[in-house]
């Protein structure tokens, strides 16, 4: 096997979501070949491509038919949009690849992070605790959440990521946690 195949490989799909969310309504490039004959020489030999072509688009009709994208248009001149079940599927995706970088050594002090979310943004909220689980945080109660490293950096990507402000989310820094011993068995802090 060559270097390039023993690198692990994202799923097509995945990359198709990721595109969608970064522009919006996408016209995909593949449909248009006027648009890829400006590229012919940064693009990979036609074999190559036409494989990535039929790829993208074979996953784009997976996706179709599971409901997480819209495609409009003729042949030639389609654009691809997500559906709300496929934003939820993009921010699945996301939250897994949100990570915090843990120190070689604990500080002694807890990270507490609190939100208070009206039930018009039930969609955020529920992201909210699946980014926190994901990342490592450990659940005191609903809207109550503790970590043992630094994490300001991660909070203030997440609050951008859902569009909160302060008032949400509250992120503070505690010097003792009463009872803490089953949270230093937990993150290993012993």
Known sequence: MRKA?????IPVKNIVLRTLAASGALSLALLAPN?????????????????????????ISKLEASGLVVTTGERGRRSVRLTPKGQGALDSIFAREYQIPEPAFWDGKWRILTFDMRESRRRARNTLRMLLRNT???????SVWIYPYRCDEF????????????????????????????????????
């Open 136 to 142: 490592g945080f450990v659940r005191l109660q609903d």
């Open 35 to 59: 648009a890829i004959s400006l590229l012919k020489y940064a693009d990979r030999p036609r074999n190559r491509r036409n494989e990535l072509y039929r790829r993208i688009t074979q996953a």
């Open 155 to 190: 909070v203030e990507l997440v609050r951008a990521h859902l569009k909160s402000g302060t008032g949400e989310l509250q992120y503070f820094v505690a010097e003792a946690l009463e009872s803490d011993q089953h949270l230093r068995n937990h993150f290993k802090l012993l």
């Open 5 to 9: 195949e023993l690198k692990k490989r």
